[in-house]
Structures are given as structure tokens and as C-alpha cells.
T-cell receptor, first 113, second 113 residues
Framework: DTGVSQDPRHKITKRGQNVTFRCDPISEHNRLYWYRQTLGQGPEFLTYFQNEAQLEKSRLLSDRFSAERPKGSFSTLEIQRTEQGDSAMYLC???????????FGPGTRLTVT | GDSVTQMEGPVTLSEEAFLTINCTYTATGYPSLFWYVQYPGEGLQLLLKATKADDKGSNKGFEATYRKETTSFHLEKGSVQVSDSAVYFCALGSSGGSYIPTFGRGTSLIVHP
């Protein structure tokens, strides 16, 4: 078991560009989560999937954000028309069964210039 | 809704000092409780958990006891090391069946030699 992986680890982009991040969860986990974390804050929930179904999405999430998990394995998070306020660490986590503990990836740090 | 309140940091200690980081929560039902640790530039790692009242979670010398009567889950360690310097997050798993956890804002711990 290699844990949760995320790619890329760092992304610098210009305002207005689109970016896409990938997350590969622990293979037997059916739930996958995306969070955003800014300096000095805890993870802020964005969305989560159970298998390929997107079950919940934060009401605070802009329409510029979209996530997919097409085959119930890896997931992608796309941000369209990036803004400077999108600069943050984007974390992916997974879990499975009846437990609530989360297993996090190393994160993707996005900087929008 | 569910919420988690942690003591504000940074907490600054000398090596071998006793550590307490306070955490209290508000939730309906009986959620599982967690402590996560985050080292600079990394994702969160599960440190310990407790799933019901009076349970004690422990790992790597850290302990926390699920106190339903005071709705608390304080993190303790008898003798901290420089390598314990990190940000610690208290979290609760949803008791409503949605599998979306709630995180505190984190407490930074700095341990000096």
C-alpha cells in the first residue's frame, strides 16, 4: 500500500489560467475527499465521492471548481479561470468501510500570480 | 452543526516538557474523535483516535481521552522532543452518517532544544 498520492506537488500559474490536479487514493478506499487549506487554517471541505458518485459539494465552492472520479479510482480537481484567492494547498484524502479516519496525500500547493 | 475548538498557538516548550493541547467539540450524537499532525509542507497524518466515550487513543507517546461529559479530547504528551514540532489538528467524524469530518483550526507546537 503506497498511500494517497497527489500530482503535481507544486503548481504556479497565471491568473485566468485553468489548472487540474490529480489524486490517487488508497486502492481499497471507496471514499475520496478534496480539501483546501490556507496558512494557519484547518482543512476546508470542498467535495467528496463515494466510488464514482459525487455525494456532497461545499456550498462555498465556486462554479469554477469541478471534480471528477470517473471510474471510482483516481480523481481530478479542476479550477477554471484561476484567481489569486485560489492560492492554497489542495489536499486529497481517502477512507473506506465504516470508519471516519482520513488518510491524506501530501497536497498540491497552488500559487496564482 | 458540528464544530471543533482548539487552543490557539503557538505553543512553545523546551525539550522534555509536558504538553497539553486543549480541544472541545460540539456535535449531535456520538462522533469519533481524532488528532492529526501536519509537518511543514506535508499533508495531515492520523496521530490517534477514539471512537466512544472514555476511550483513550494513544500513539508515539501522545494520548487523548474522549470525555463526553466535558465534550473534550485534549492531547497530552509527557516529554516532548524537537521532532514533535508541527501543527496539530483536532477533528470529529460526522455523527450524522455523511462521512464529512470537521477539523479545528490547528495548534502549532514549537519545541526548543
Amino acid at each position: 500500500d503506497t498511500g494517497v498520492s497527489q500530482d503535481p506537488r507544486h503548481k504556479i500559474t497565471k491568473r485566468g489560467q485553468n489548472v487540474t490536479f490529480r489524486c490517487d487514493p488508497i486502492s481499497e478506499h471507496n471514499r475520496l475527499y478534496w480539501y483546501r487549506q490556507t496558512l494557519g487554517q484547518g482543512p476546508e471541505f470542498l467535495t467528496y465521492f463515494q466510488n464514482e458518485a459525487q455525494l456532497e459539494k461545499s456550498r462555498l465552492l465556486s462554479d469554477r471548481f469541478s471534480a471528477e472520479r470517473p471510474k471510482g479510482s483516481f480523481s481530478t480537481l479542476e479550477i477554471q479561470r484561476t484567481e489569486q484567492g485560489d492560492s492554497a494547498m489542495y489536499l486529497c484524502a481517502s477512507n473506506g468501510g465504516t470508519g471516519y479516519e482520513q488518510y491524506f496525500g501530501p497536497g498540491t500547493r497552488l500559487t496564482v500570480t | 452543526g458540528d464544530s471543533v475548538t482548539q487552543m490557539e498557538g503557538p505553543v512553545t516548550l523546551s525539550e522534555e516538557a509536558f504538553l497539553t493541547i486543549n480541544c472541545t467539540y460540539t456535535a449531535t450524537g456520538y462522533p469519533s474523535l481524532f488528532w492529526y499532525v501536519q509537518y511543514p509542507g506535508e499533508g495531515l497524518q492520523l496521530l490517534l483516535k477514539a471512537t466512544k466515550a472514555d476511550d483513550k487513543g494513544s500513539n508515539k507517546g501522545f494520548e487523548a481521552t474522549y470525555r463526553k461529559e466535558t465534550t473534550s479530547f485534549h492531547l497530552e504528551k509527557g516529554s516532548v522532543q524537537v521532532s514533535d514540532s508541527a501543527v496539530y489538528f483536532c477533528a470529529l467524524g460526522s455523527s450524522g452518517g455523511s462521512y464529512i469530518p470537521t477539523f479545528g483550526r490547528g495548534t502549532s507546537l514549537i519545541v526548543h532544544p
